[in-house]
């Protein structure tokens, strides 16, 4: 007979004030994956998409004389 694996469901409660901070999680992160993290936002915030930069708008006014 074969074993059927699966994932065990895991969880542990914790209140609030005992829960760790993001500061504690990015710190024990290498620094390589911290900048990668970074440059992934930023990227999604200026919106590139396939090596597109971003550039700044046109802005047309339209005079009478």
Known sequence: MEK???IAKV???VSLKQQPTDFAY???QPYLL???ALE???QE???WQNDAQPRL???YR???R
């Open 26 to 28: 990015w710190q024990s």
């Open 4 to 6: 059927v694996r699966g």
């Open 11 to 13: 969880y542990r409660k």
């Open 40 to 42: 992934e936002i930023r």
């Open 57 to 59: 708008q046109r802005v």
């Open 62 to 64: 339209v005079i009478k």
């Open 34 to 36: 911290r900048l990668a």
């Open 45 to 47: 915030y200026h919106g």
